[in-house]
């Protein structure tokens, strides 16, 4: 089964750019998502199909997926920002499978 | 606009049932697969079971397979989570989602299904 690996937390100042990573075996091969998620709150898309942004989500965020990495990355980072994101592939054997999170706090 | 509002969680009983439910609105129902996923307190996202728009394909996690039932109503716009012999590490708060295309691209807010003696 797909398995992936996200760091746990990045820091970043205002205005700065967020870069978070998600790993897996050739994750390059497929699809991925991202979600991020406040504190009480539903995840809400923000990147699918490695970089499409849905309606609502801001230019700054942006997303790549290459060999063993996909990357989401927040560029001119706001404090409203702050939250955990979440990587997502679909796999025939796994259906969807998530990354642990990522908690990104703005300094 | 699409609205996703689930219902029915609470605090059952280890080895209990629990039914929840999850009603629709702002898209062609039947169309489109749906999907839940949990979160336990303080923890990650785990995809929990995903139906099919026309209801005939569904998919656990291992986790609950042979446990947990999925199935929706496209007359009523309606998706349900039938839980039952619930365990202590079923507890979480349990989202329905619908699917994009192998993405979930709306939520609802979640509903908490506590297993506790």
């Known amino acids: 089964s797909f398995v992936l690996t996200q760091s746990p937390s990045v820091s970043v100042a205002p205005g700065k750019t967020a870069t978070i990573t998600c790993g897996g075996h050739?994750?390059?091969?497929?699809?991925v998502s991202w979600y991020q998620q406040k504190p009480g709150q539903a995840p809400v898309l923000v990147i699918y199909?490695?970089?499409d942004r849905p309606s609502g989500i801001p230019e700054r965020f942006s997303g790549s997926n290459s060999g063993n990495t996909a990357t989401l990355t927040i560029s001119r980072v706001e404090a409203g920002d702050e939250a955990d994101y979440y990587c997502?592939?679909?796999?025939?054997?796994?259906?969807?499978?998530f990354g642990p999170g990522t908690t990104v706090t703005v300094l | 606009e699409v609205q996703l509002l689930e219902s029915g969680g609470g605090l059952v009983l280890p080895g209990g049932s629990l039914r929840l439910s999850c009603a629709v609105s702002?898209?062609?129902?039947?169309?489109?697969?749906m999907v839940w996923v949990r979160q336990a307190p303080g923890k990650g996202l785990e995809w929990v079971s995903v139906?099919?728009?026309?209801?005939?394909?569904?998919y656990y996690a291992d986790s609950v397979r042979g446990r947990f039932t999925i199935s929706r109503d496209t007359s009523k716009n309606m998706l349900y989570l039938e839980m039952n012999g619930l365990r202590a590490e079923d507890t979480a708060v349990y989202y329905c989602a619908k699917d994009g295309g192998q993405y979930m691209d709306h939520w609802g807010q979640g509903t908490l299904v506590t297993v506790s003696s």
């Open positions: 199909f490695d970089g």
């Open positions: 050739r994750i390059g091969s497929t699809s």
């Open positions: 702002g898209f062609t129902f039947r169309t489109y697969a």
């Open positions: 997502q592939v679909w796999d025939s054997t796994s259906d969807y499978v």
């Open positions: 139906i099919s728009g026309h209801g005939d394909d569904t």
